[in-house]
Each structure stands twice: as C-alpha cells, then as structure tokens.
C-alpha cells in the first residue's frame, strides 16, 4: 500500500519560510508528476505547483517568485520551499503524485501565516 506522508507545516509570521517534504512510502511506479495543492478554509483546493519526471515546474500565479518545486526521484520524495509567507497563504498542502496508473494524496500538513 503506497502512502505520501507529509511533513514541515507549522505557523510562521509573515514575511517568513517553510519547507514541505513529502515522500512515499511502499513500491510505487514511476512517478510522472510530483505536485502540491492547497486548500483554504471555505475555498476549493487548488493547484501550488507541479514538477514532472524531467524537472519542468509549473506554478500557480500567486506564488510565482516565492515558492520553489523540487523533486528527488532516487527517494520518491517532493519538495516545496515557501518564502515571503503571506496570511492569504495560510491552508491545508497535500503533496500529489500521478503514476501512469492513478493518482496519490497525501493527508495533508496545516500551514498558517499569522503575526
């Protein structure tokens, strides 16, 4: 049985980082994309950003310049390096992971911005 168990969420001022890790544990197939979303309370989850096997990365508009994707495929793991943390930033991550075969979710790591 293939879990993402994530982790590095926490509170953080504005103005200030945190890194998400997410690996997976158990045989997984080739991982195509390695992605996060978030979701905000009352709000819909929506994309972050994705790297796919070759290393192109995608961001969402709203965190262009701040956060950085990265992915180590020897080890099946995803990174998301977060700066500037702005309290709109503040939601549940879920790392996602798409194989030829299905899509994985991780259970999520709280991230709240507040002074």
């Known amino acids: 049985q293939v879990q993402l168990v994530e982790s590095g969420g926490g509170l953080v001022q504005p103005g200030g980082s945190l890194r998400l890790s997410c690996a997976a544990s158990?045989?997984?197939?080739?991982?195509?994309?390695m992605g996060w979303y978030r979701q905000a309370p009352g709000k819909q989850r929506e994309l972050v950003a994705t790297?796919?096997?070759?290393?192109?990365?995608n961001y969402a508009d709203f965190v262009k310049g701040r956060f950085t994707i990265s992915r180590d495929s020897a080890t099946n793991t995803v990174y998301l390096q977060m700066n500037s943390l702005e309290p709109d930033d503040t939601a549940v991550y879920y790392c996602n992971f798409i194989t030829s075969y299905r899509r994985y979710w991780g259970q999520g790591t709280q991230v709240t911005v507040s002074s």
């Open positions: 158990g045989t997984i197939s080739v991982i195509n994309t």
């Open positions: 790297i796919k096997s070759g290393a192109s990365t």
